[in-house]
């Protein structure tokens, strides 16, 4: 059974203790155990608790950092991360139902080695793989590899920030490619001629571009998904075009409704200059929250951990504070504004996730916009995509 | 004075893409599906194995222009599926083959360091090399290695790894909610690393893992593979499998350790093993008869044939006589991808050697493969097998074994049933697992940690 049309698609962007930069500090946090298998199970088990759709894991090529391109040398905030696909990987057989969308960096990384990763992850967790890709321009990053130097920027629309989206385009490219060169029947096992595979259903994908080519075939057979689930977070008309381009899921950061409006405008003109107006493109709108029944306490919550922090906390993405009822009025507005589904980041992971699966959940299950049992197996089913067709495959 | 018994080191090595595994049998199953591989995994914890062992290889295999289809093929990625069977086993260490060829320190080492988290200390690396252009397609550096270069690439690809497995002490997160101190040392991770092939400094983002660095295993046969696990590895997975040649390479490593200041017992030699186990010594012999001749098939003979002479022997009938014709020697080799073809080193001399062998013997092509091959190193009930691994392994043949069965994924399940409770009666494999780490399992020290 498919959703209604009024339902909305609901994700959780996982973050250490949460994202504001104080949530470690928090009685409910445990901080000390963020480096355990049992921290990340604890927290997916919970989001599958709450029937959602995914979680993403947030991930870098080196330490966290307050400030846009350089490192900050602050100790009063959480830093050090374990690799977000291995993350997603450990918690999969421990899921059944709930996707796993690790962030994996286009960068400084090997497109031929995150594609059969996660092809892997889809295969451990029987058709639950996603990624979320994201580049970085960082040169303390750079320097971690030291193949190339990055040069300093400032703004969006420099041309090294258009190469970066370029080669990002390129890596998504090469990646899904990949992940079509082994067709779905091309392991034949033929007793009779001693050919465990059909050569002809194997594919070079012969990739060619600025950064890297790519040979192919995956050494991983095409994953249950046929392609796992792309996702990359969008500020911008240059990471717009790269949503409109080449993802599955983009995650926008709208402040209300109207701009929600805009910027679905200008990524779906996108999605038809790049040819795609006919591709299903789910556009999510990102929010960090503080959930409270009472709505006074997480308003108060929020400022004693800004007090913590020792300045107000800003974000890319609008900051909620308030209770389910008052999130789910503000979900549902921007849902009319073209938006079909949000990731929400939770301030505390240890409260507001479970806020969310608890508080939430019942609320837009109540208002009939939210699944009550999970009705597909994969996490395509449950964003309502289909199966792609091999682009290698014979008609 | 008797010398104590040594206790065996017993892994598993899940059934790799070369025709070892037997694909064709009814009782094979997936070679992708993660229930095979939570099986397998689970059957070697429930025996008690210190380790699950995965192989790697960056592009399928090719021969005279395609893709080498009778073998199996296909394989997940190590370290996503290493994460996975993180989940479904306890105690069993998590043994995964990567290359330093086609990776960069930085991300190998975020990786590993990641999957000692975790997995609560349970990460092995076998350490390999390749240089390759025909592997190197596949990545941004493509085909750029000197074959020389590749194990002074390995060394340093190591020791930068292992600079940033130790930027981290162990004792930097404070995480002290009251005083809001979460990191001691603003600098945690700091490493500069300057040299011939890698040039990188900053700070690594993966505090200190239970193990403090993953084990490391080394695989190579060459005098510098060799020089390099003495001087580096805490394991080697080798391929001297006989009593005399496991001997033989067992003195030689061994006695390279005394110049690097280490003990004997600070590596350990785990060759790779194949059974054939049956309820007696005479079933076993026709199991392993009938092992070998599904392993060999006519396709395969010829193929495996092909290795030698470098040409294309399809029209060749396998049950007929070896080609008159003498092998290619030409650089461009029929074979890609593959390690083995370089074992030829004469081949024209292997091709008379061979031939000579099979008119002796009046033997086809089939028949020559199936005996030059190698034979499964044990053969017999499972007091033979239990009683020829413990003197292998007292007659410091070896440290233990990794073992290869031949089934996926259930072609160890017998073995622990029926072998390992009598290793364990005569006292010389565990009854339970003593510590939590792989490093515990193989009796090796934990790594000092550097105070900060």
């Known amino acids: 059974m498919s959703p209604a049309p009024s339902s909305l698609h609901l994700a959780v962007a996982l973050d250490g203790t949460g994202w504001h930069p ?24 919970e989001a599958e608790r709450g029937l959602l759709d995914f979680v993403t894991i947030e991930d870098g090529l080196g330490l966290q950092s307050s400030h846009f391109l350089d490192p900050d040398e602050r100790t009063d905030q959480v830093r050090g991360r374990l690799d977000a696909v291995l993350i997603a990987s450990r918690v999969a057989p421990l899921t059944r139902h709930i996707g796993l969308v690790p962030t994996v960096v286009s960068t400084h990384t090997e497109p031929f080695h995150i594609s ?21 321009a960082r040169p303390n990053e750079a320097a971690h590899f030291g193949r190339r130097e990055i040069p300093r920027i400032d703004a969006y629309d420099q041309p090294v920030i258009h190469d970066l989206f370029d080669e990002t385009a390129d890596y998504v490219e090469v990646v899904r490619r990949l992940w079509d060169s082994w067709e779905d029947d091309a392991e034949i096992r033929d007793t009779a001629t001693g050919r465990f595979i059909d050569c002809d259903k194997l594919h070079y994908i012969d990739f060619e571009g600025r950064h890297f080519s790519v040979k192919g075939p995956s050494i991983t057979p095409r994953p249950p998904q046929g392609r796992p689930i792309v996702s990359a977070l969008a500020h911008d008309t240059v990471p717009y075009r790269l949503v409109a381009r080449a993802a599955d899921v983009g995650y926008i950061t709208p402040y209300d409704a109207d701009e929600a409006r805009a910027i679905v405008a200008q990524i779906r003109a996108e999605q038809n200059v790049a040819g795609r107006a006919a591709e ?62 949000f990731r929400l980041r939770p301030a505390v992971a240890g409260h507001d996730l479970p806020a969310i699966t608890r508080g939430l959940v019942p609320e837009l299950q109540r208002r009939g916009v939210f699944r009550r049992a999970y009705e597909a197996d994969t996490l395509r089913g449950l964003l309502g995509l289909a199966r792609p067709a091999n682009r290698y495959t014979e008609a | 004075m008797t010398k104590p018994l040594k206790q065996i080191h017993l892994a598993a090595h899940f059934p790799g893409v070369n025709n070892t595994t037997v694909w064709s049998d009814p009782r094979a199953g997936s070679h992708i599906e993660f229930s095979s591989f939570a099986h397998f995994a689970r059957t070697a914890e429930r025996a008690k194995f210190d380790f699950l062992f995965l192989a790697e290889g960056l592009r399928l295999r090719e021969q005279g222009g395609e893709i080498y289809d009778l073998d199996v093929v296909g394989r997940p990625d190590t370290f996503t599926v290493l994460a996975a069977l993180a989940a479904v086993t306890e105690h069993l260490g998590l043994t995964g083959t990567i290359n330093s060829t086609f990776n960069e320190p930085y991300e190998v080492a975020r990786q590993f360091a990641s999957l000692d988290h975790l997995s609560g200390g349970r990460s092995a690396w076998n ?34 790894a292992n600079e940033l497995f130790d930027s981290w002490h162990g004792d930097e997160i404070l995480a002290d909610q009251e005083t809001g101190t979460f990191l001691r040392d603003a600098k945690a991770g700091a490493f500069v690393h300057t040299g011939q092939h890698f040039d990188i400094h900053g700070q690594f983002n993966v505090p200190r893992s239970p193990q403090g660095r993953p084990v490391i295993f080394q695989a190579g046969d060459s005098e510098e593979g060799r020089e390099f696990a003495a001087a580096e590895a805490d394991a080697i997975f080798s391929r001297h499998g006989t009593l005399e040649a496991g001997q033989a390479f067992y003195t030689d490593i061994k006695s390279r350790l005394a110049k690097y200041g280490r003990r004997p017992d600070q590596l350990l030699i785990l060759p790779a093993a194949t059974f054939a186990l049956a309820d007696t010594d005479a079933e076993a012999e026709e199991l392993a008869r009938e092992v070998r001749r599904q392993q060999v098939s006519g396709a395969t003979a010829l193929k495996h044939l092909e290795f030698v002479w470098n040409r294309d022997l399809s029209a060749y009938d396998p049950e007929g006589p070896l080609p008159d014709i003498d092998p ?55 007091a033979t097998l239990a ?17 290869v069965p031949h089934i996926t994924p259930t072609g160890l399940d017998e073995f622990a049933d029926k072998v390992v409770p009598l290793l364990q009666e005569k006292g010389v494999f565990r009854t339970e697992y003593e510590g939590t780490t792989l490093r515990d399992h193989l009796g090796l020290a934990h790594p000092e940690n550097v105070p900060s």
Do not use: C
Not at chain 1, 331 to 341: D, F, I, M, R, T
Not at chain 2, 129 to 135: G, I, N, P, Y
Not at chain 2, 144 to 152: A, K, N, V
Not at chain 2, 337 to 342: D, H, L, P
């Open chain 1, 116 to 136: 059969k990763a996660i092809a892997t992850l889809d295969h451990v967790s029987t058709g639950r793989a996603g990624l979320r890709v994201q580049l970085t």
């Open chain 1, 22 to 45: 104080a949530s470690w500090r928090e009685p409910v946090a445990s901080p000390r155990d963020l480096f355990t298998a049992a921290y990340w199970a604890d927290l997916v088990t």
């Open chain 2, 127 to 160: 350490v390999v090399t390749s240089w390759d252009a025909f592997t190197g397609e596949n990545f941004r550096r493509g085909g750029f290695l000197p074959q020389e270069e590749r194990y002074s690439r390995a060394k340093e690809f190591l020791a930068t």
């Open chain 2, 387 to 403: 009683r020829t691994i413990d003197e292998f392994v007292q007659a410091d043949a070896s440290d233990g074994f990794i073992l």
């Open chain 2, 328 to 382: 290619d020697v030409g650089d461009d080799h029929i074979s890609k991808g593959r390690a083995q073809v370089r074992m030829y080193r004469d081949p024209i001399a292997t091709a008379h050697e061979w031939r000579e062998l099979a008119e002796a013997n009046k033997w086809s092509i089939r028949d020559l493969v199936i005996h030059t091959g190698n034979r499964q190193n044990f053969v017999g009930s499972p």
């Open chain 1, 280 to 341: 299903p493109l789910h556009l999510f709108g990102d929010l960090l929250v503080f959930l409270d029944d009472d709505p006074g306490a997480a308003t108060a919550r929020r400022a004693r951990l800004d007090a913590l922090a020792g300045e107000p906390y800003t974000s890319d993405a609008q900051i909620f504070a308030g209770t389910p009822s008052q999130l789910a009025d503000l979900l549902q507005e921007l849902q009319g504004a073209g938006l079909s589904g």
